[in-house]
């Protein structure tokens, strides 16, 4: 029955994915993924696939080739900044994802994978699952391919405007 602001307060000690989550909506974020500023993002379907190797974020953040000067386009600014419209309307990037790439070549294997399919591809968060924006609107877009590798888990996914439990804590 705690309030969202006392929640999030405490969220950043706990990992820096926590505060996204307990903020619960579609959320550019900057720091240590303590500082959240809402959007709004289009429905958006995608394809999911996760290798079998699994990567230690730790082992990510710890490699000395880990890109650490990308400059921030995030949270400063208007919402109407060509590096935001890039990040809400375009694919982005994820600079973790070239080291758990040479971490785990199955990253790569598997970003070629959807890459080969829909067109696109990039790994969610520090890995290992790897994601394709394959469309938007009505029914799902995506037909589901029957050749996934052995080991490896796929789903197609639709994004949500926030999170089912978006108003728990208010």
């Known amino acids: 029955r705690w309030p969202r602001e006392r929640l999030l ?4 000690g706990l990992g820096a994915d926590v505060p996204f989550f307990v903020f ?9 993924g303590e500082q959240l500023r809402a959007i709004d993002v289009a429905p958006q379907d995608y394809a999911v696939v996760k290798p079998a190797v699994s990567i230690a974020t ?5 490699s000395p080739v880990l890109r650490r ?7 400063s600014g ?8 890039a990040l809400t309307g375009g694919f982005g990037r994820n ?14 294997e598997a970003a070629r994978w ?3 399919r829909f067109g696109n591809s990039r790994m969610t968060g520090s890995g290992s699952a790897v994601f394709s924006s394959v469309g938007a609107g009505g029914p799902p877009s995506a037909t589901w391919p029957a050749d996934l590798p052995p080991g490896w888990v796929g789903r197609p996914c639709r994004s ?6 978006v108003h728990w804590s208010d």
Do not use: M, W, Y
Not at 78 to 85: C, I, M, N, P
Not at 95 to 108: F, K
């Open 9 to 12: 307060a405490l969220a950043a």
């Open 24 to 32: 619960g909506r579609a959320a550019l974020v900057g720091g240590i």
């Open 58 to 62: 730790a082992a990510i953040f710890a």
């Open 69 to 75: 000067d990308t400059p921030s386009a995030i949270l």
């Open 78 to 85: 208007s919402l109407e900044s060509d590096a935001v419209r």
């Open 95 to 108: 600079d973790l994802q070239p080291v758990a790439e040479a971490h785990a070549p199955e990253v790569a």
């Open 114 to 116: 959807l890459e080969r």
């Open 160 to 165: 949500l405007p926030a999170h089912p439990l």
